[in-house]
């Protein structure tokens, strides 16, 4: 049982770095592509053995998935440069795969 709280401990830390770099580096895209920044990163999540990193984006704009939907291409553009600019600033052993996804939750 304890090992199992050190170990969600763990995740949350990393959870909270990824996020941070993640809304800075897209925050960077932003500046370059205007689509870009009528999104947002609303949180993240990370898969059980940290592969994949769900990035999920919400907007002010209505309605929020069609908007998300015409800066998905710019995002899937942007996904590698982003996944090596990624691996440049946090130091984990294996970077994740970069998944985008839009927050239906508000």
Same mark, same amino acid.
């Given at each position: 049982?304890? &090992?199992?709280?050190?170990?969600?401990?763990? &995740?949350?830390r990393k959870?909270?770095?990824?996020?941070?770099?993640?809304v %800075?580096?897209? /925050?960077?895209?932003?500046?370059?592509? &205007?689509?870009?920044?009528?999104?947002? $990163?609303?949180?993240?999540?990370?898969?059980?053995?940290?592969?994949?990193?769900? +990035?999920?984006? %919400?907007?002010?704009?209505?309605?929020?998935?069609?908007v998300?939907? %015409?800066v998905?291409p710019?995002l899937?553009?942007?996904?590698?440069?982003? @996944?090596?600019?990624?691996?440049?600033?946090? /130091? $984990?052993? @294996?970077v994740?795969?970069?998944?985008f996804m839009?927050?239906? +939750? &508000?």
């Amino acid at each position: 049982m304890f &090992k199992s709280r050190v170990s969600d401990i763990k &995740k949350e830390r990393k959870k909270a770095l990824f996020f941070r770099e993640l809304v %800075s580096l897209i /925050q960077e895209l932003g500046y370059k592509e &205007k689509d870009v920044a009528e999104v947002f $990163v609303s949180h993240i999540d990370i898969s059980t053995n940290s592969g994949i990193c769900y +990035v999920y984006f %919400s907007t002010y704009k209505e309605p929020g998935e069609e908007v998300f939907r %015409s800066v998905f291409p710019t995002l899937m553009l942007y996904r590698a440069s982003l @996944r090596t600019a990624f691996a440049k600033r946090i /130091q $984990v052993r @294996r970077v994740p795969e970069i998944i985008f996804m839009y927050d239906k +939750v &508000k």
